[in-house]
């Protein structure tokens, strides 16, 4: 049965109600049905030499991640393996658990393919997940771990949850993801300045050698977010994410003036937030895309743009488990049809 079928059913349920189902589901996969992850990777994984990339030294065998907050606590990941994504990531976590912000603080916006979350970091802490993740890693896969700062730290102490994320992570994943950016942790985004950059790539640089990657928020003015962004190349950043959730509530047809917008919303705000950055920020440093990807087209367009990697979320709720294959499929047929052998041959075209 396809996932058509069983989407009206899941969307009947609240969304983080209907979550937490689909993650017992893909856990249980090989239990119930042994064979069924060779199978899923079978239909699921393309595999063609055209999209893999080595990338900070990690070696990618196709573009399309998955972004931290689908598995927050690492609990899926060898399924989630299955389903065609070049990289995943895990989080964000926190060192210490926490419960996240009051429910409800997940909501659908069906007719917009959208999701407004208001979550707040809500996770199993760093002593569980790593615990998790030392049965697992290395992975077949780059794992990235998405950290971020307990609700209950200062921003004054905030550079310590990440350094303490950063050492408990250091053998548990092959990349990081600086989350400052999130707007469910109350003045997280206050964060986001070249002072706070300057201290923790400081530090880090001390911690750890793998690569660290920056999370951005599409709120910012280009020129705020240009300064910022210099700054971490400066510091050693290894790459940049454009961009998180959005909270231009204009976008709204709704009362909530809370919470991440994500999803067909805010595509092409995040579009043009990255091919503005790009144009002065590509071949600086590594540009991964995201924000309302949700087909080969919209990735390949960011591409095009500068990205060499594409993260989703929402799409992976809306359209279903072979997103990213569907994605892959179609970014080799626009490759061929443009007469490109290699994916770099189209990252940054637009831009040289």
């Known amino acids: ?138 992975f077949i896969l780059p794992l990235g771990a998405n950290i971020g700062k307990n609700k209950t730290t200062s921003n004054e102490e905030a550079l310590n949850d990440y350094l303490i994320l950063l050492k408990s992570f250091e053998n548990l994943c092959d990349y990081f993801i600086i989350n400052i950016s999130s707007p469910n942790t109350q003045n997280l985004r206050d964060l986001q300045s070249q002072n706070f950059i300057k201290e923790l790539f400081k530090e880090a640089k001390t911690i750890t050698s793998k690569p660290i990657f920056l999370k951005i928020a599409p709120d910012m003015s280009i020129d705020e977010a240009l300064k910022l962004c210099e700054c971490a190349i400066k510091e050693g950043v290894s790459g940049l994410i454009i961009a998180n959730t959005s909270t231009d509530y204009s976008l709204l047809d709704n009362n909530r003036t809370f919470g991440g917008i994500s999803g067909k919303l805010i595509q092409e705000k995040s579009g043009v937030f990255f091919k503005e950055l790009a144009k002065e920020l590509f071949g600086k440093t590594l540009l991964i895309a995201s924000g309302g990807i949700d087909s080969a087209e919209v990735a390949y367009e960011r591409i095009k743009n500068g990205a060499n990697l594409v993260q989703i979320y929402t799409a992976f709720i809306y359209k279903g488990p072979n997103i990213a294959a569907q994605i892959n499929q179609g970014l080799v047929e626009l490759l061929r049809k443009d007469q490109f052998i290699h994916i770099s041959e189209a990252v940054g075209v637009n831009l040289k």
């Open 1 to 138: 049965m396809s996932y058509e079928f069983f989407k009206p059913l899941l969307f009947k349920l609240d969304p983080e109600n209907a979550h937490h189902l689909v993650e017992w589901a893909i856990r249980s996969l090989n239990f119930i049905c042994p064979g069924t992850l060779s199978f899923l990777a079978k239909n699921y994984i393309v595999d063609d030499d055209s999209l893999k990339q080595e990338l900070c030294g990690l070696y990618f065998n196709n573009p399309v991640g998955l972004a931290g907050g689908f598995d927050k606590n690492a609990t899926m990941i060898r399924p989630l393996s299955a389903l065609g994504f070049g990289f995943l990531e895990f989080g964000t976590l926190t060192p210490k658990a926490q419960k996240g912000n009051d429910k409800p603080r997940l909501f659908r916006l069906i007719e917009q393919e959208s999701l407004q979350n208001a979550m707040g970091f809500n996770n199993e802490g760093k002593d569980k997940i790593a615990s998790r993740l030392a049965d697992l890693y290395p």
